[in-house]
C-alpha cells in the first residue's frame, strides 16, 4: 500500500515538472503553393535584342545612304515621300503572280453603263485558198481584175485580199474601176451573166446587149448609210456594191429608181433583176426599200446564219 502511494505521488512529481514546447509541429507546404516566405522570385526572361554589329550604334541600326547624302528610310524604315515614281512606259515587273498584267484604271474603263467597251473592230482574214479558187473562177467566167495590196484605214475598214475589177464580163465594163474581194466580184458577174443579160435582151431587145454597169459605190470606209453612229458597212469590208444604171450598146441607159408602178418593159426589166439578185448575193436593197437606196441597187455578199438572206 505504501508502494502504491509513493508511486503516485512520483508520478504526479514527474508530470508537474514537465513543460509543453513553445510552438506546436508546423505543417509542411503543398507541393504547388510554398510559404510566400521561402519561396525564391523568379527573374524575368530579358526579351531578344536585334543584333546589332559590333561598330553600330545601339539606339539605330545604320542605313544606306542616298546619292544626295540623305537616309534611304525615315526612322520608321518606310520609303521616303520624295522617291521617284518609276516611268509610267516601263512595264511592272510582274515577279511570281503568274505571268498577269497589272491593269491600269484605263484597262477598267467602260461604256459609262457598266459594260465593258466593244471589242475594236478587226479586217477579217481571207485565206489563201479561198481566195485563190475565187480568182480561178472569176478568170473563168471573164472578168478583168488585178489584185491589189491589203488595205487596212483601220476601225475594222479594209480588205484582206481585195482585187480590182474593171470587166464583169467580156465585153462589159465596171465604171469606174471598184475595189471590192473577190467573192462580191464574183456574185456580180453571175447575176450579170445569168439573169440581167437575159432579163435586158427579154425587155430591150433593141437596145442590144448590156455594154457596161455604172457603180456608184464600192469599197469605201463608213457606216452604214453614211451615217455618224451605228454598225459599219459591208462597203467598209469590201463586200457590197452599189449599181446606179445599165447601160447597152445603142447608148440606151437604164437608171435605177422607184418603179413600182411602171408598167413598161423598162420597169419590169428593174423588177426582175432586182428580184433576182437575191440568187447570187445575200442583201439587196432596191428603191422600194428606204429612201437611201431610191437611185441604186445596193448588194452585197455578207455571210449570215443559215445562209438567210435580205432581199427589199
Same mark, same amino acid.
Given at each position: 500500500?505504501?508502494?502504491?502511494?509513493?508511486?503516485?505521488?512520483?508520478?504526479?512529481?514527474?508530470?508537474?515538472?514537465?513543460?509543453?514546447?513553445?510552438?506546436?509541429?508546423?505543417?509542411?507546404?503543398?507541393?504547388?503553393? *510554398? $510559404?510566400?516566405?521561402?519561396?525564391?522570385?523568379?527573374?524575368?526572361?530579358?526579351?531578344?535584342?536585334?543584333?546589332?554589329?559590333?561598330?553600330?550604334?545601339?539606339?539605330?541600326?545604320?542605313?544606306?545612304?542616298?546619292?544626295?547624302?540623305?537616309?534611304? #528610310?525615315?526612322?520608321? /524604315?518606310?520609303?521616303?515621300?520624295? #522617291? $521617284?515614281?518609276?516611268?509610267?512606259?516601263?512595264?511592272?515587273?510582274?515577279?511570281?503572280?503568274?505571268?498577269?498584267?497589272? *491593269?491600269?484604271?484605263?484597262?477598267?474603263?467602260?461604256?459609262?453603263?457598266?459594260?465593258?467597251?466593244?471589242?475594236?473592230?478587226?479586217?477579217?482574214?481571207?485565206?489563201?485558198?479561198?481566195?485563190?479558187?475565187?480568182?480561178?473562177?472569176?478568170?473563168?467566167?471573164?472578168?478583168?481584175?488585178?489584185?491589189?495590196?491589203?488595205?487596212?484605214?483601220?476601225?475594222?475598214?479594209?480588205?484582206?485580199?481585195?482585187?480590182?475589177?474593171?470587166?464583169?464580163?467580156?465585153?462589159?465594163?465596171? *465604171?469606174?474601176?471598184?475595189?471590192?474581194?473577190?467573192?462580191?466580184?464574183?456574185?456580180?458577174?453571175?447575176?450579170?451573166?445569168?439573169?440581167?443579160?437575159? &432579163?435586158?435582151? &427579154?425587155?430591150?431587145?433593141?437596145?442590144?446587149?448590156?455594154?457596161?454597169?455604172?457603180?456608184?459605190? +464600192?469599197?469605201?470606209?463608213?457606216?452604214?448609210?453614211?451615217? +455618224?453612229? /451605228?454598225?459599219?458597212?459591208?462597203?467598209?469590208?469590201?463586200?457590197?456594191?452599189?449599181?446606179?444604171?445599165?447601160?447597152?450598146?445603142?447608148?440606151?441607159?437604164?437608171?435605177?429608181?422607184?418603179?413600182?408602178?411602171?408598167?413598161?418593159? +423598162?420597169? &419590169?426589166?428593174?423588177?426582175?433583176?432586182?428580184?433576182?439578185?437575191?440568187?447570187?448575193?445575200?442583201?439587196?436593197?432596191?428603191?422600194?426599200?428606204?429612201?437611201?437606196?431610191?437611185?441604186?441597187?445596193?448588194?452585197?455578199?455578207?455571210?449570215?446564219?443559215?445562209?438567210?438572206?435580205?432581199?427589199?
Amino acid at each position: 500500500m505504501l508502494f502504491r502511494i509513493a508511486s503516485l505521488f512520483a508520478c504526479v512529481a514527474l508530470l508537474t515538472s514537465a513543460t509543453l514546447p513553445e510552438s506546436g509541429p508546423l505543417p509542411e507546404a503543398r507541393p504547388d503553393s *510554398k $510559404p510566400a516566405e521561402t519561396s525564391q522570385p523568379v527573374a524575368p526572361i530579358p526579351e531578344p535584342k536585334p543584333q546589332q554589329a559590333p561598330d553600330a550604334p545601339a539606339e539605330k541600326p545604320a542605313t544606306p545612304a542616298a546619292p544626295d547624302g540623305t537616309d534611304a #528610310k525615315d526612322k520608321q /524604315g518606310s520609303e521616303p515621300a520624295d #522617291k $521617284p515614281a518609276a516611268p509610267a512606259d516601263k512595264p511592272a515587273d510582274k515577279g511570281n503572280d503568274g505571268g498577269k498584267e497589272d *491593269k491600269s484604271p484605263v484597262s477598267n474603263a467602260t461604256d459609262g453603263k457598266g459594260n465593258p467597251p466593244p471589242e475594236p473592230l478587226t479586217i477579217e482574214p481571207e485565206s489563201d485558198a479561198d481566195h485563190q479558187a475565187c480568182v480561178k473562177d472569176l478568170q473563168a467566167m471573164g472578168a478583168v481584175f488585178k489584185d491589189i495590196p491589203r488595205i487596212d484605214d483601220g476601225d475594222g475598214c479594209g480588205i484582206d485580199k481585195p482585187i480590182s475589177l474593171s470587166e464583169a464580163l467580156p465585153g462589159i465594163k465596171f *465604171k469606174p474601176e471598184g475595189t471590192m474581194r473577190c467573192e462580191a466580184a464574183l456574185a456580180l458577174s453571175h447575176w450579170m451573166k445569168e439573169s440581167v443579160i437575159p &432579163a435586158g435582151e &427579154a425587155a430591150l431587145p433593141k437596145a442590144g446587149p448590156i455594154v457596161t454597169i455604172n457603180q456608184a459605190s +464600192t469599197y469605201i470606209c463608213r457606216l452604214r448609210n453614211n451615217g +455618224t453612229t /451605228g454598225k459599219i458597212s459591208e462597203h467598209a469590208r469590201g463586200n457590197a456594191i452599189d449599181i446606179a444604171s445599165f447601160t447597152f450598146k445603142d447608148g440606151t441607159t437604164v437608171e435605177v429608181q422607184p418603179r413600182k408602178e411602171d408598167s413598161t418593159l +423598162t420597169g &419590169a426589166f428593174q423588177r426582175a433583176v432586182s428580184a433576182s439578185g437575191c440568187l447570187y448575193f445575200s442583201t439587196v436593197l432596191d428603191p422600194e426599200s428606204d429612201a437611201a437606196h431610191e437611185n441604186h441597187f445596193h448588194m452585197d455578199v455578207l455571210k449570215r446564219n443559215g445562209d438567210f438572206r435580205y432581199c427589199h
